[in-house]
C-alpha cells in the first residue's frame, strides 16, 4: 500500500504492539477450556481488512491469539468429539504439538484468494493437551492415527462408578449440598439425600457402587427443587424426589405403557395366574433412548417323537443372535449330561418366544428355555404367576444376567395393573441380589407380603419353585418320557 495514500492514524499504526495474550495477572500457570475448538479459535488468525476499491490487506495488529495461545506454558482441556469434528483442527493441533511451535491460521491463504497476507514468525510452544472422551474413542484414534500414541502417551481411565463407602457416601452428600450452595437451590433433607445417592447406586446398576454421573444426579436435585417450590417447602422433602424421579420415568416410558396397553388388553398373550404345561414367562429389558424397562415374554416348548433334538424357532428364522444361541447349546449340553449318561436322547422340542418380532440377543432366558422343556417333557405345569430370568450352565447352575431391577419392576407392573394376588413374583439368579435397587412401589409391596422375589443358585431350585413338586419326581418323569419318546421312534424304525 502507498504511504502517501495512508491516514496518520495508519502510518503510525505500524509502531503499535499487538498484545495477543496477557499473563501479568496470572500468579499460576493458565488452565483452559475450549467448547469450540475450531481451527481459528485453536491456533489463532490472521484477520483481514477491506478497503476503497475491494482491496484485503492485513497486518501484525490483525493477529489474534487462539486456545493454544491462551494456554501456553499451562493446560489444554478439549473435548475429542468436538475436536475431531471440525475440519483441520486435529492437524494443526497435531502440528504444533509435534513442531512445539505455533503458526496462526489464515482462513484466506486457506481459501486460496490473491490477497496480501502476513507469515509471522513462529512462536515457541509448550502446553500439555488434555483430551475428554470416552475409552473407545482413545481405542480407535490409536488404531486411525500412528500419530496419536506418540503424543497422548498417558490414558487415564476413569471409572463411571466407583465403590460404595461411607466415606463415598459423604463425598456425595458434600457434593449435593456445594451444588444447591451455588446455585442458590433448597438444600435437602438428609432422607432426601439418601433417595439421591440410592439413585446413584441404581444408577451403576448395584447396591455396592455409586454412579460418577454426575449431571445425571444434579439435574435430579434441580427438578426435586422446583417440585419443593410447588408445594411451598422450605428444604427440599424426601416425596419430592420420588416426585421428580417418577416425573421423569413419565416422560420416556411412552413406548413402555403403550406395551403394557396392548398386553392387558389382550393383544399381546401373557398370563399372570394358573399353571400350564410347557410354557414360561420369560423376561427381558428393552431401550428407547435413554429408558430401559423389563417386559415379559411368553415362551412355549412341544415336544414330540423325532431325532432333531431340541429346535429354537427364533434361531430357525434368524432372529436369534449368536449369545442367545449360545445358550441354547448349552442348554442341550445340561439336557444331554443330565438325561442321556447311558443312551442318546431321541426328541424332537420345538421352542419360541410368542409373538416376538424382532431379533432376541442374550442368555438370560437359557434357564427359562430350560424349565419350559423340562414342564412339556415331565407333564407337569409351570406356575404362570412367576416370571423368570437367568442364564444356566452346563452343571444346572443359575448364573447372573443384567437388567435384573428392570426385569423385576416389569412383571411388578404387569401384575400390579392385572391385580396383585399375593402369589406373583419374580425368580432371579441369587448372584443378582445385590443388584437389585428397585422401586419405591416394589419394595412397599414386597414388604406386605402381595409380591414376592425368589433368588435361586440351580436349575433344581427353580424346577421345585415353579412346579410345587420336588426336583426329584419332575427329573424322573422326564427320564421316563425321554424313553417313552424314544421306545416309539425305535418302534417306528422298525416298521
Partial sequence: ENEDDQTPAE????????VIIDNQANSQAPVVAEYDPQLSRLVGRVEHEARYGGAVVTDFTLLRAGALHTANGGYLILRAQDLFAEAGAWEALKRALVGRELRPDDPAIRGGAPTRTLDPDPIPLQVKVILIGPPVLYFMLLDADEDFGSIFKVMADFDYEVERTPENELDYAHFIGRLCHDEKLRHLTADAV??????????????????TRFGQLADLVREANHWADQADREFVAREDVLRAIDNRRYLRNRVEMRLLEMLLDGKRLIATS????????ALTVSQVGDH???????VTVRTYVGKSGVIQIDREVALAGPIHNKGLMTLVGYLGGQYAGDHPLSLNAQITFEQSYGGIEGDSASST????????LAGIP?????????????????????????????????CRQRGLTGDQGCMIPAANIQDLMLDHTVIEAVAAGQFHIWAVRSVDEG???????????????VAAR????????????AR
Fill in 274 to 281: 394358573e399353571a400350564v404345561v410347557g410354557q414360561i414367562n
Fill in 292 to 298: 430401559s424397562f423389563g417386559q415379559p415374554n411368553r
Fill in 194 to 211: 439418601g433417595l439421591v445417592i440410592e439413585q446413584s447406586a441404581r444408577l451403576a446398576g448395584t447396591q455396592n457402587r455409586l454412579s
Fill in 382 to 414: 409351570i406356575s404362570q404367576a412367576i416370571a423368570v430370568t437367568g442364564s444356566v450352565n452346563q452343571h444346572g447352575e443359575i448364573q447372573p444376567i443384567g437388567g435384573v431391577t428392570e426385569k423385576v419392576e416389569g412383571w411388578f407392573n404387569v
Fill in 11 to 18: 502510518w503510525f499504526r505500524r509502531y503499535k504492539v499487538n
Fill in 463 to 477: 424346577i421345585e419353585l415353579l412346579t410345587g413338586r420336588s426336583a426329584t419326581d419332575v427329573h424322573t418323569a
Fill in 369 to 376: 428355555e430350560l424349565y419350559a422343556l423340562l414342564s412339556s
Fill in 482 to 493: 425321554l424313553g417313552e419318546l424314544a421306545e416309539k421312534m425305535r418302534q417306528y424304525e
